[in-house]
């Protein structure tokens, strides 16, 4: 049998027990449109969540990901966890970007000196992903793409991190449909490899990253492949797929120490390592989410006071509650736990 499929039905199979008990699980936060892939950040003392997209595009699924064919963006926020939850309508939209063909992935976004950016995916005319930034003066948009995509980026899922120096940096990158493979020489191989590397002795496609500019619209350096390795200090290997990297960055920082989370992709999980650096290298530290119903896993992590003031840590991600789809999914949000030692708990969807 198709293991991802096995996995997905036992997802939901699990799911329909956990309702029929009356045991407690986190409802999507909307369901008038799917949305998926949510980088959630507080801004101006509100949440702002900017997820993908889903629609149903009549498009073929393929291994490359050609039926998640999203066309726009919208912003949600909320007051505080539990809230409700506002959609903030079209934020931008395909036909307004003037370099990209198709396919809006999953995007991030960010704040400098009153202005907000929004960092997205995108295929240019050549079908090779890029990323964008538009701009906006308020989190909810809308947004003005930039006439072209980021000199020098490439594959997908942006997410970008303010250090407390206020320096900026963009991880990203996605293998498979996400083309990162394809990037191994420093130049695009159209007739390159559809999955990975291909060799599961050798290290992992790595993960990308950069330091951003001061304006927050270009890459300030060279990127920089992120070392990702195991607790003995050797190298993650692409055939580890329960902890190699496959899609989905983020970063956060936590006690002075930085936590760089990410998905394994075919093995559904969200696993996590640290370092003392921005730019690594980092130590897999285990997982933090064992698989969602549905295919990907995608996600954020951010510090958000509740009602009472209290900071907490919560995780936003996505499932396939609604709909049972994989490429029509909804956003959730659940309290992300620590033991003592910075050590994030495991969470169980």
Not at 25 to 47: C, M, N, R
Not at 52 to 73: L, P, W
Not at 235 to 259: I, N, S, T, V
Request: with cysteine; aromatic share 12%; glycine share 10%.
């Amino acid at each position: 049998m198709n293991i991802p499929k096995f996995r997905f039905l036992c997802g939901l199979f699990l799911l329909t027990i956990g309702y029929s008990y009356g045991q407690s699980a986190p409802q999507p936060l909307v369901s008038h449109i799917y949305t998926a892939d949510p980088s959630a950040h507080v801004f101006e003392g509100k949440i702002y969540i900017y997820p993908s997209h889903d629609i149903e595009a009549h498009v073929a699924e393929d291994d490359e990901g050609g039926h998640f064919n999203m066309q726009d963006y919208h912003i949600l926020s909320m007051k505080h966890i539990g809230g409700k939850v506002t959609d903030h309508g079209m934020a931008l939209a395909l036909q307004d970007i003037p370099w990209a063909g198709r396919q809006l992935w999953a995007p991030d976004a960010a704040t400098k000196n009153g202005t907000y950016y929004l960092y997205f995916p995108a295929k240019d005319q050549d079908d090779v992903f890029r990323i964008g930034v538009a701009t906006s003066t308020s989190p909810s948009g809308p947004f003005k793409a930039e006439p072209k995509p980021i000199e020098g980026s490439y594959s997908i899922d942006p997410a970008v991190f303010t250090d407390t120096d206020g320096s900026s940096y963009m991880y990203f990158g996605g293998i498979w449909g996400g083309q990162l493979q394809r990037w191994e020489t420093g130049q695009y191989e159209a007739g390159g490899s559809k999955t990975d590397l291909e060799n599961d002795q050798a290290p992992a496609i790595a993960p990308r990253m950069v330091r951003l500019t001061v304006d927050m619209k270009q890459f300030a350096e060279p990127v920089r492949k992120i070392v990702l390795l195991d607790p003995e200090g050797r190298p993650l290997l692409g055939g580890d797929h329960d902890r190699r990297f496959f899609e989905g960055a983020w970063m956060h920082k936590y006690q002075d120490k930085y936590y760089f989370s990410y998905s394994t992709g075919d093995t559904h999980l969200l696993a996590y390592a640290t370092s003392d650096s921005p730019y690594g290298p980092f130590t897999y530290q285990g997982v933090l989410m064992e698989p969602v119903t549905g295919w990907t896993t995608h996600h954020s992590i951010v510090e958000i006071k509740d009602k009472k003031k209290e900071s907490k840590w919560y995780i936003f991600y996505h499932d396939v509650q609604l709909s049972g789809k994989t490429h029509l999914r909804n956003v959730k949000v659940r309290e992300l736990k620590r033991n003592p030692d910075g050590s994030i708990q495991t969470i169980n969807p």
